[in-house]
């Protein structure tokens, strides 16, 4: 599975981003899928991941109620809409597959990375 994430950019405080994962394979729908991001100077962070059918999800505590993973398994696309964005939400994101149906917030679980897309929210 190759992935490209996209829809990263500028953004103020209070504002909205929609990040894109585009998946090739015919297997997509058979991956869960997650999101990741990594901030200047930190590590990497979970963020959200979904299960293969899209009926099961579950978020970083940080982002509960801001952010919200979805998939379309008919289009190989996985998304994370990203609302009331903060300045400590800027980072590098990226989306992962990891070939085990259901979701999983361990990253080492996670076998395909794409190539991350960058966020920046400013106050």
């Known amino acids: 599975v190759q992935l490209q994430a996209s829809g990263g950019g500028l953004v103020q405080a209070g504002g909205s981003l929609r990040l894109s994962c585009a998946a090739s394979?015919?297997?997509?729908?058979?991956?869960?899928m997650g999101w990741f991001r990594q901030g200047p100077g930190k590590e990497r962070e979970f963020v959200a991941t979904i299960n293969w059918s899209g009926g099961g999800t579950y978020y970083a505590d940080s982002v509960k109620g801001r952010f919200t993973i979805s998939r379309d398994n008919t289009k190989n696309m996985v998304y994370l809409q990203m609302n009331s964005l903060k300045p400590e939400d800027t980072a590098v994101y990226y989306c992962?597959?990891?070939?085990?149906?259901?979701?999983?917030?361990?990253?080492?679980?996670?076998?395909?990375w794409g190539q991350g897309t960058q966020v920046t929210v400013s106050s």
């Open positions: 394979g015919r297997s997509f729908s058979y991956y869960a």
């Open positions: 992962a597959a990891d070939r085990t149906l259901d979701y999983s917030v361990d990253e080492a679980t996670y076998e395909y």
